[in-house]
């Protein structure tokens, strides 16, 4: 006898295999006319929208936590941190030039006497001008803030009053009694009206320079759990899906989707390590920002590169991309 050739199996979604058996056809939905039930392409395409939607809560999770270590960063660098830095360097200097004062009108004689005051007066009229410019710089920091921006005005008027008194003192030098009179009236006037504003102003640059650092870690500590949660839950989507196409299609490793995972395996770690990077530079900077010295460097607040900001999205957008390319042909097997 000789054997007849049938017709050469084909996958379809209901012969998966293609072994070409006899199979039992799911009713037909008499509305639709099509199968009820999860069909094969539907089965391959859940798991992979899983995975995309998975992908880019990973991605966004990633640039809002990178986004809030930024904002803290520019705080500290850019507003707060720099004008801590003048109110302190000013502090600094009015002390130096109140100092100077008093030696302008200790009382004495002969050409020694006379040789300290006029090193003395040149002490002071260099503090003079350099106090005015860091005066001036920090009228200019205030701009947009009007508490902050009414003491450093204030201070800029008080010390106008200051030069006033140490004016009229230099010029009662041969009277001692009257000259030191009016330097002591100038030193109260700095202790009450330029060296207390100087303190509230630094106390609301410290609290903003905590606050921003505050801030920051808190939104990179959630987001860090919240990458973690999202990477866990999309390599287990992944495997999932590659799991399927190997159980239906027969098919061992799907290339792309294994390069998928292994994006995800280096995507997860790196963007922890990122956001714990940028939390102890803000932890840093906020130390720095309460201690006794209250010196802000902004090379400290500034470590967050965006070029390394920008590989997490970029990385889940690959991912995305590879997912689509891993199924895109086996989703066209049954068209």
């Known amino acids: 006898m000789t054997a007849v050739a049938g017709p050469t199996p084909r996958i379809t979604e209901n012969d998966p295999d293609a072994v070409g058996l006899p199979v039992q056809v799911p009713p037909a939905n008499p509305r639709t006319g099509r199968p009820e039930g999860w069909s094969t392409p539907r089965r391959l395409r859940a798991p992979a929208l899983a ?32 004008r801590l830095t003048v109110t302190t360097e000013l502090r600094a200097v009015l ?29 002071y009229e260099r503090q003079r001008v350099q106090a005015a410019a ?34 009229q003192a230099m010029a009662l030098g041969d009277r001692p009694l009257g000259a030191q009179s009016r330097q002591r009236d100038a030193s109260v006037l700095m202790s009450t009206s330029l060296f207390a504003p100087l303190e509230r102003l630094a106390g609301m640059d410290r609290d903003r ?7 920051g870690r808190t939104v990179a500590a959630l987001t860090t759990w919240g990458a973690v949660a999202a990477g866990a839950l999309l390599l287990g989507t992944l495997a999932a899906l590659q799991v399927m196409l190997s159980r239906r299609l027969r098919r061992r490793v799907n290339p792309w989707l294994a390069v998928a995972t292994l994006t ?11 956001l714990a990077s940028g939390a102890a530079d803000l932890r840093e900077a906020g130390s720095a920002a309460a201690g006794p010295t209250m010196a802000v460097s ?19 957008a690959a991912v995305v991309l590879l997912v689509w390319l891993g199924l895109r042909p086996r989703l066209a097997e049954y068209r």
């Open 264 to 274: 995800v395996l280096l995507l997860v770690p790196l963007t922890v390590s990122l």
């Open 298 to 316: 902004a090379e400290v607040a500034e470590r967050v590169p965006l070029v390394w900001a920008a590989i997490p999205p970029a990385g889940a």
């Open 209 to 215: 320079i905590g606050a921003a650092a505050g801030n």
């Open 51 to 82: 995975a995309a939607l998975l992908a880019v809560v990973f991605g966004c999770t990633a640039v809002t936590g990178v986004t809030g270590l930024r904002a803290g960063s520019r705080e500290i660098a850019h507003r707060a941190g720099p």
């Open 134 to 167: 860091q005066l001036y710089r920090l009228v200019a920091a205030t701009d947009g803030e009007p508490r902050a921006a009414e003491l450093a005005r204030g201070l800029l008027s008080d010390f106008g009053r200051y030069q006033e008194l140490i004016g």
């Open 95 to 123: 002390g130096d030039l109140d100092a100077s004062t008093a030696a302008i009108v200790r009382g004495g004689s002969g050409p020694a006497w006379q040789a300290a005051r006029d090193a003395s007066i040149e002490s």
